[in-house]
Structures are given as C-alpha cells and as structure tokens.
C-alpha cells in the first residue's frame, strides 16, 4: 500500500508505535518498493539451501518467506503481535512453507530455540537507525541465538544527520499538524505518553529534500550486528557543521545507510517521491528546534546529539532521544537551540 504524501508533510514518527503497528503499517510496509527490494536482494544473497533462519520481528512474515524460497530448512518467526503473527502464518500456508515455518509469539528477549540459527534476519530499523531498540535486542539474539559464525541481516547500519532549512515541516509541527495512518494516532497522547512538554521534544517522519540541507550530512552513529566496533544503547555525539549556504535552521534530518548483506544497501536518504525513490515507510527522521536561528555561510552549527535508554514503561521499543546545541559566528554564540 502507498500511501501519497508531500516534501516535509510531517507524519508521527512510526517508530515510537512499533509496539502497536496494526495492520495498517504493515501494508505500508508491504508497499515500499525501496525497502522490499533490497531485502529481498538481500536474502536471496545472503540464504543457503539448507540453513536455519530466525525471521526476528517477522510481522507478516514475508522475509521469513523469501528466506524458505531461497532454501532455507526452516525459518522461525518470533514476532510479540499475536494477530499480525497470523497473518505470516497465513501467508506461509498460501506459498506452502507452513511445515518450514515456526512460528514464535514472544519477545526474541524472552525466546530460546531447539538449535543455534546460521541467519539472522531483522528489519527493527528506525529512520534513525537504533529508534525501535535494535540494538540490545540484536545484540542479545546474536548471543544466544546465533551459531558461532553465523550471519546477520543487516550486516551494518549507520546514522547520519543534517541541519536543515524545513519550514513548512516546522510550521506544522509548531501548529501541532500531523499526519497518521489513521485515528489512532494522537499528537497530544504521543507526548503525554513520553512526557514531552512541547511537540519539540520529539521526532517526526518526513521526507526532507537534500536542497534544504544547511550543510553536508555528517555521521552521528555506527552499528556493526555482525561484530566489531558498535555504538551501544547510549552515547552522546557533538557534531559541528560548517554552514554551506544561508537560511533558516529549523532542525535536523536524520537518516540510515545499512548494509544488508555482501554488496546490497539500503539507504533511505532519497528525497524523489515522484520517481519513487523515497522509503513510504521510513521517510526521513525531522528532528525540530523550536526556535529557529537565522544562519550565514562559514557559520558553525555545534549538535549534541544524545541517545538513552528507553525508560522502563516503555519496555524494549522507545529510546530517548535529545538535541541540543548553539550557532557560532567568527568565534561567537548567536543563537542557542
């Protein structure tokens, strides 16, 4: 399902639903081209007849499916969403893989397996990489999930973020104007729920064209499922960017590159709705300022960009975020956000 939407059209951030995704979002998932293209890709690049695969957060086990087409011996599907967990089940018995499928309704936290997957597949990616608590939960799966050696689908994932000059995006955010799937998705509620005093405090989803960027997008965190040198679960990045060209800086945009497997990406930067290069799903990640700062070329923008664990009455799925930081000018402060 595509779902037509507009450059900095603001969308509550659907990462901070991941817990209650109904089947609405599951269809706009469906229907991103640019995210099911490169997982499937990836999974016909990544499986070999005869392995194990844990589909973790399988939702409507389309992954799982293209994992049993490419060979797999059986794919496990642990997914905590009982009714969306059916829909895979019903999905599997369609294309004939329902005696190749297990089926799990649990946290992959909370799960042990007869034996040690040789691939783990997961899509728990937010538009800023690590916002649908990704890492602990793949770092806990590739422990006791995972033979040794084992793979994992993404491989790497990496976040970047830009300053950006989005005005119609901060007028609605200002106005408390955004979109949702459907009726139940409350701007009021969202910052009772996370007790954010101003629709400022929190993230948004919409696409932010690269002509908006006040300067080049810079890293702000590494992610490496497969081992090595990994961001944890909180960490805090000052990021200085040297202003390209004037405007307004409104906020940040925020965005991941991962890689899946051996030589297929998935970079959700593209801002080319009409040519479809755009992610439905993801867009891009709107980071508000609430008081924007005029900015002129050679103008260093100072970010503190702070990432905490999820607070405990949010179980696994809602990181904080917090962005806070100054402009300076030939050496001097003219604005603080």
């Known amino acids: 399902m595509r779902h037509t939407y507009q450059e900095e059209e603001v969308w509550f951030a659907a990462s901070l639903y991941v817990a209650s995704w109904q ?26 007849p005869g392995m194990t695969v844990v589909d973790l957060g399988t939702g409507t086990g389309v992954l799982a499916e293209w994992a049993l087409e490419a060979g797999a011996r059986v794919a ?9 967990l059916r829909r895979a089940c019903e999905r599997m018995a369609r294309a004939g893989f329902a005696d190749r499928f297990q089926p799990i309704n649990a946290l992959s936290t909370e799960t042990t397996l ?13 538009n800023l990489a690590d916002n649908e608590g990704m890492t602990a939960i793949l770092a806990d799966a590739r422990a006791r999930l995972l033979v040794e050696g084992g793979g994992m689908l993404p491989a790497q994932a990496t976040t970047f973020l830009a300053p950006v000059s989005a005005v119609q995006a901060h007028r609605s955010v200002a106005a408390r104007r955004c979109r ?24 948004y989803d919409a696409i932010i064209p690269a002509r908006a960027h006040l300067a080049p997008p810079r890293l702000a965190a590494h992610f490496a499922f497969d081992g090595g040198a ?11 960017f040297t202003v390209a060209r004037g405007g307004l800086l409104t906020g940040f945009k925020g965005f991941f590159v991962a890689r ?15 040519a479809a290069q755009t992610s439905d799903s993801w867009k891009h990640a709107y980071l508000p300022v609430e008081t924007p700062a005029p900015v002129e070329p050679g103008d260093v923008v100072v970010l503190t960009y702070r990432r905490a664990r999820p607070a405990p009455e949010d179980g696994l799925f809602r990181p904080r975020y917090a962005w806070t930081g100054l402009v300076r000018r030939a050496g001097r402060v003219v604005a603080a956000f």
């Open 23 to 48: 089947d609405d979002f599951h269809d706009l998932m469906l229907g991103d081209r640019l995210r099911m293209q490169a997982y499937r890709r990836a999974i016909r690049r990544a499986v070999r």
């Open 76 to 84: 496990y599907g642990i997914e905590v969403n009982a009714s969306v």
């Open 114 to 126: 007869p034996r040690r997957a040789d691939l783990i597949i997961s899509e728990i990616l937010g």
């Open 180 to 203: 949702g799937l459907s009726d139940a998705y409350d701007l009021d509620e969202l910052l009772a729920g996370l007790q954010a005093p101003s629709p400022f405090d929190v993230y």
């Open 230 to 240: 990994s961001d944890g679960e909180e960490y805090t990045r000052e990021l200085e």
């Open 260 to 274: 899946l497997a051996q030589g297929v990406l998935l970079d959700i930067s593209g801002d080319d709705i009409a």
